[in-house]
């Protein structure tokens, strides 16, 4: 398949740049794999298309304030955001496995990570940023992944001084300039509300609709809701390159299925009933939990798995998913859950509708 095949025209206008002030007032586009048919609705009418037996399965991975904002010394901006410590052997420390420490037992000033980085201009080895009063950087070399190893340093303790000035890492597509007021609100919103396990760097937007309320509400249809864990990762961020998708690779992301969550599962499938995934980070942990005689089996690991076109779902009945970018292995996904024709209609639709995209954007139900 060619990565052309998933592009489409989105005018700038329509990319979220702020949530709605209630959450689940996001519009909800329905697509019916079985008619063909395309419904807009509201995000509470959601628990509507659910019936009881139906388990509703959640990401509950929490989002980490790993994004930094500082300066070069000759003035251009620098974004960066940190994926992962590196040790003296090495081997990497993911951000949450630093934070979650206590201070006491590692009194660190100063430490090196790779990360991903915006850029004004051109970086070079050995650039200074100037973070805060007391927290710089070093440009130490770009990695082969594109990432930079970047050398921080701080006169208190680094590991508090990255959870008193990090902002959420928010997509560059959403335009933040550093306003701490913005951090505020974007630190709750851009979370879910049964958000539980740090480690990700990237929410997993399709949560971000629901409220406590409208929980209660789907439970009450007799639907269960059981929780699992993909702390999303670099591979989020980094765009499909190869012309021929089949020869991308995913970034590894640690997920957890805990045993309830798959005994559920396996449960409402042989009952006849759906799995319905809220996210495709919940989709892509299910699959890789299947076992070779089509169970799900708890599971801890990382996954790599890629999903296109073709590929044969054996966990997942439907997916409620945000709106996303064009040619990006999320597209891929809801493609090969939806069909690509279909999918790319119903696209063109949100865009004549004037839907609102990507991470603070409207929903969409494939069923």
Same mark, same amino acid.
């Given at each position: ?247 991308? +690779?995913? @970034?590894?992301?640690? &997920?957890? %299925? !805990?045993?309830? #969550?798959?005994? $559920? *599962? ?33 599971? +801890?690991? @990382?996954?790599?798995? &890629?999903? %296109? !076109?073709?590929? #044969?779902?054996? $966990? *997942? ?39 609102? &995209? ?10």
């Amino acid at each position: 398949m060619n990565l052309q095949d998933f592009d489409y025209h989105l005018p700038r206008r329509l990319i979220a740049q702020h949530p709605l002030d209630k959450r689940d007032h996001s519009r909800l586009m329905v697509l019916s794999r079985r008619t063909g048919a395309i419904e807009h609705r509201i995000f509470t009418d959601l628990p509507e298309y659910l019936e009881p037996g139906d388990v509703l399965a959640i990401n509950e991975t929490k989002v980490l304030p790993v994004r930094l904002i500082g300066k070069k010394q000759s003035g251009g901006k620098v974004e960066l955001i940190l994926v992962r410590k590196i040790g003296r052997d090495e081997e990497g420390e993911r951000f949450h496995e630093v934070l979650n420490r206590d201070p006491g037992e590692n009194e660190e000033h100063a430490s090196e990570w790779e990360c991903l980085v915006k850029n004004s201009g051109r970086l070079r080895e050995h650039t200074l940023l100037i973070i805060s009063d007391n927290l710089q950087g070093e440009f130490r070399k770009r990695v082969p992944s594109g990432l930079w190893r970047v050398r921080l340093k701080s006169e208190g303790n680094l590991e508090k001084k990255l959870r008193e000035i990090g902002f959420p890492p928010l997509p560059p597509y959403i335009r933040r300039n550093g306003d701490r007021k913005m951090r505020d609100q974007d630190l709750q919103r851009y979370q879910t509300v049964y958000a539980r396990e740090e480690g990700a760097i990237a929410a997993p937007t399709a949560g971000l609709h629901f409220t406590e309320s409208l929980l209660d509400e789907i439970r009450g249809k007799g639907v269960s809701i059981f929780p699992l864990i993909l702390h999303v990762g670099v591979g989020t961020f980094l765009p499909v390159k190869q012309k021929e998708v089949e020869k991308h +690779r995913l @970034e590894p992301e640690f &997920f957890n %299925i !805990p045993p309830k #969550t798959a005994q $559920a *599962v396996n449960q409402a499938r042989a009952s006849g009933k759906r799995v319905v995934a809220v996210g495709t980070t919940v989709t892509r942990a299910l699959e890789s939990g299947v076992d070779a005689g089509g169970k799900i089996r708890a599971k +801890r690991g @990382e996954t790599s798995l &890629f999903v %296109i !076109p073709g590929f #044969t779902f054996r $966990a *997942v009945d439907g997916l409620i998913t945000n709106f996303h970018l064009p040619r990006s292995t999320l597209m891929m996904l809801v493609s090969a859950l939806g069909g690509k024709e279909f999918i790319m209609a119903a696209y063109q639709e949100a865009v004549k509708k004037n839907y609102r &995209f990507y991470s603070y954007g409207d929903a969409m139900l494939i069923i």
